[in-house]
């Protein structure tokens, strides 16, 4: 698949996560790009990750422009999988390094951050597996691994590899029940997207 086709599909899929995509994806991609600062600022994201732009200076201009417009800071260094849901946009900040899975959620104040102190293996970042939701307020630091399907609680501090299917909360953050359902099939079987 080539670069452009690539960029359209994730785009696709982070539509996916608000409603049904079942017009024509152009003028989609157009009213989120108006409407929503989390739709901009992940357009902005792939845009950038992708290499569609490689003029360094007009590179440099779309990241000031994307930090002027929303409030969420994600490197185009960080590799962020399709579907990434943010319901309220408001000082979101990723680590450069960062992975994260396909279908995340994650709400306001979150901060998924590098720790240099902890580097493991070469990396001080974290990786967020598919379906997580990361909670309002949490931090999670360092080289650790959030598990696939897992909840993180509302300002819950990880530092600790989170195992799948787990719900963590806390500082620092501990599992205190698994997930019956992954966060991504509960709102759309709840709100019929
Ligand atoms: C983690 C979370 C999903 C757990 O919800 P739940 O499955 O209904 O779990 P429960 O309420 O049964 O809580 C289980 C235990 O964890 C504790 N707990 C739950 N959330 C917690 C949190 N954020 N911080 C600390 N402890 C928490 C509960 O007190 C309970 O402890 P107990 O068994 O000793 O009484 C939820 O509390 C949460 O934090 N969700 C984040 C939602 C959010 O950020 N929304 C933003 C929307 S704008």
Not at 11 to 34: A, G, P
Not at 163 to 190: C, F, M, T
Request: charged share 20%.
């Amino acid at each position: 698949m080539n670069k452009k086709k690539i960029f359209t599909s994730l785009l696709v899929k982070d539509i996916s996560r608000f409603r049904k995509v079942d017009t024509n994806i152009y003028l989609l991609i157009l009213r989120y790009f108006i409407t929503s600062s989390a739709f901009r600022s992940m357009f902005f994201h792939r845009l950038l990750s992708l290499n569609l732009v490689n003029n360094k200076v007009l590179r440099k201009i779309i990241t000031a422009f994307g930090w002027l417009l929303t409030e969420i800071e994600i490197p185009s260094t960080s590799n962020v999988g399709g579907g990434l849901f943010i319901p309220h946009p408001k000082c979101i900040i990723i680590n450069r390094r960062c992975i994260i899975g396909e279908n995340v959620t994650i709400a306001q104040g979150v901060t998924i951050g590098g720790n240099i102190f902890k580097e493991k293996n070469g990396r001080e970042s974290p990786i967020i597996e598919n379906n997580v939701l990361i909670g309002a307020g949490a931090k999670i630091l360092g080289p650790v691994t959030v598990g696939e399907n897992s909840i993180i609680g509302a300002n819950a501090v990880v530092i600790k590899d989170i195992p799948k299917n787990s719900v963590a909360v806390g500082i620092p953050a501990k599992v205190v029940k698994q997930v019956n359902e992954p966060y991504p099939d509960l709102i759309k079987k709840n709100y019929s997207l």
